[in-house]
């Protein structure tokens, strides 16, 4: 019904900056909000940042404060991670979220994308 499709991973050296973005496609009849988070090996999966779909409100994990920014193109329905002064502790697989309601539901749905790995190394 939903599909979340995410691109922009890869290399860089720290202090470097990368994109990521997050693509919602489907039978989508309203986005309530639309995160990241991410997972390092050996490690739970943890929030990075979110973004409330009509208003805007941002909130971020303080590991990230300042250095990440999340925004959003309600036209295209898609998410985006600008992350900046990377450190290699940012190394994980970085998920998109999404809570959606679609039309064949009545309540708000918990989607997730198949994630996209971004390393921080020299």
């Known amino acids: 019904q939903v599909q979340l499709v995410e691109s922009g991973g890869g290399l860089v050296q720290p202090g470097g900056s990368l994109r990521l973005s997050c693509a919602a496609s489907?039978?989508?009849?309203?986005?309530?909000?639309m995160g990241w988070f991410r997972q390092a090996p050996g490690k739970d999966r943890e929030f990075v940042a979110a973004?409330?779909?009509?208003?805007?409100?941002?909130y971020y994990a303080d590991s990230v404060k300042d250095r990440f920014s999340i925004s959003r193109d309600a036209a295209k329905n898609t998410l985006y991670l600008q992350m900046n002064s990377l450190k290699a502790e940012d190394t994980a697989v970085y998920y998109c979220?999404?809570?959606?309601?679609?039309?064949?539901?009545?309540?708000?749905?918990?989607?997730w994308g198949q994630g996209t790995q971004v390393t921080v190394s020299s």
């Open positions: 979220n999404a809570r959606i309601s679609t039309y064949t539901s009545n309540s708000v749905g918990d989607y």
């Open positions: 973004i409330t779909w009509n208003g805007g409100n941002t």
């Open positions: 489907g039978s989508i009849f309203s986005i309530e909000t």
